[in-house]
């Protein structure tokens, strides 16, 4: 008797949790496509966001393009890609993952097929919040210009015959780039300044980092941009700036194998990281035309 009893509930228990398993079941598959439907969402959201700018060259080009293939049309007319802005794109993105975390954490059977749903939203999700982060412009943030604490002119020290052109590669500096001071130092001797200059009237060729720019090119002589001056111990030796001079470009002139420069222009300006790519590819052409001007007129 005490066996049947046994036997009695065992059968019990198992009804039990077939009927549990029967009530969750039902739900379980629910959550499941519910998480199948949205990962769906979020390949259509992030085909429309990665098929956007397929249209970009086109309308940048200007060209018109009289031959499309029929996917290149279809991918260009999708109405989705009106989606495809970065706000959208997060906004779409961030809202699924919370969507599939909840989902996750709801559901109490785990089956296979949704998990790969989950991997698969996830995806998604993560090429739309790519897609936003490439196609956002990043600003760089300018720095605020100073007051210089110098003095204002300009001074040709040269002989006569240079002095039309130094005067011409001082007024084109200041003019033309974000330079706010020049100077051109030419065997030893300082043949020109001109902007917002320092108290001392000569630049010292003498000066470390000036020694340094001049120097060979097998002991690092070149180029010397100082996009923050103020930050390095080396501002002393620019007694020729303002004291407060915010960066510097030394550009080395008739340089020599062996030798290293006979000069150099020294630039100096009132914002850190003033000069660009695009100041600095002028101001070299200065120096190109400066430097020829003056060997030059040593052959005459």
Partial sequence: DDDDDDDDDDDDDD???NNNNNNNTPRATTMARVGRAAARLLLLAAL???VAPLRAPLRASGVRVQRRTALA???????LSKLATPA????IGMTGLTLLVANRFATEILFNSQSRTD??????????LLTALAAKDVDTRDFDKVELKGFQGSEVTAPDNQKALLQWALDATLDASEATSAHVLWDGQTLARGGIVGEAPTVDPAAP???KAMSPADKRGGEVFLPDLQILPGKLEFTYLPVNCQTVFILPLGVTAVGGARGAMIFGGDQKRSFSPRDLAFLRSIGVRLEAGLLADETQ
Avoid: E, H, R
């Avoid at 049309?73 to 109405?79: E, G, K, W, Y």
């Fill in 88 to 91: 959208v794109s997060v906004a």
């Fill in 119 to 128: 991997i698969i939203a996830t995806i998604g999700a993560g090429s739309l």
């Fill in 15 to 17: 009804d039990n949790n």
């Fill in 209 to 211: 980092i000036l020694k």
């Fill in 48 to 50: 429309a966001g990665l």
């Fill in 73 to 79: 049309m279809a991918l260009s007319d999708n109405p």
